[in-house]
């Protein structure tokens, strides 16, 4: 049972442009969602997150769009650089727990 | 600097033995998680300890075992291994209610 998940495991963009990382959600429980970055050999790190009562988190280059009705939530980054060549993942923290449902991951290959 | 640290980074074992993984949490951090990722799989939460005593579980079988020192560290213990249990395997503690984690870097676990 796949709570959450990510249904492209790769996506190549090219530098300067935008990137677009989609995910989907099946429990309406989920009290926030959170994009993390993980590079080889290192532990994913946290990106920007954002709570089940919003629609838009932005952080610098990086923008969090959640549509409840949906049960959709999306990444942006604008404009892409060749480091934000990555595995993302996305992630949602049922009611405060900390116990976080994670999506498989999507591969993104910024080319220069 | 996640101030999370991991041991051992590599190991191999036999089907059938078993592991113990360290994990050295970000000082002040009270709650420590863990996590198991398989190849090509996002992070799955294996279980949660706060202040020492175990805070949740998912769904894995009770021979992953765990302990939570005063001192911020903790232990991920695994018996009587089986081949699936190869994976990468990741401690996490954060104290915040939306759930943004400091993972290290993880103990990639291979079972012959």
């Known amino acids: 049972d796949q709570q959450v998940k990510q249904n492209s495991p790769s996506l190549s963009v090219q530098e300067g442009r935008i990137s677009i990382l989609n995910c989907d959600y099946t429990?309406?429980?989920?009290?926030?969602f959170l994009w993390y970055k993980k590079y080889p050999a290192e532990g994913p790190t946290f990106l920007i997150s954002?709570?089940?009562?919003?629609d838009k988190n932005e952080d610098g280059r990086f923008t969090v769009f959640l549509n409840k009705s949906a049960k959709h939530l999306s990444l942006h980054i604008v404009p892409s650089q060749p480091g934000d060549s990555a595995v993302y993942f996305c992630?949602?923290?049922?009611?405060?727990?900390?116990?976080?449902?994670f999506g498989q991951g999507t591969r993104l290959t910024i080319n220069p | 600097e996640t101030g999370v640290t991991q041991s051992p980074t590599h190991l191999i074992k036999t089907r059938g033995q078993q592991v113990t993984l360290r994990c050295s949490s970000q000082?002040?951090?009270?709650?420590v998680s863990w996590y198991q990722q398989a190849l090509g799989q996002g992070p799955q939460f294996i279980f949660q300890?706060?202040?020492?005593?175990?805070?949740g579980r998912g769904n894995f079988p009770p021979r992953f075992s765990g302990l939570q020192f005063p001192n911020y560290s903790s232990e991920l213990n695994v018996n009587a291994l089986e081949l699936d249990d190869s994976a990468l395997y990741l401690c996490?503690?954060?104290?915040?209610?939306?759930?943004?984690?400091?993972f290290g870097e993880g103990s990639r676990l291979t079972v012959l």
């Open positions: 992630a949602a923290n049922p009611q405060g727990a900390q116990k976080l449902v």
């Open positions: 000082s002040g951090h009270n709650t």
């Open positions: 300890y706060y202040r020492e005593e175990e805070n």
């Open positions: 996490a503690s954060g104290e915040s209610y939306t759930g943004e984690l400091f």
């Open positions: 429990n309406s429980m989920f009290d926030y």
């Open positions: 954002i709570s089940s009562i919003k």
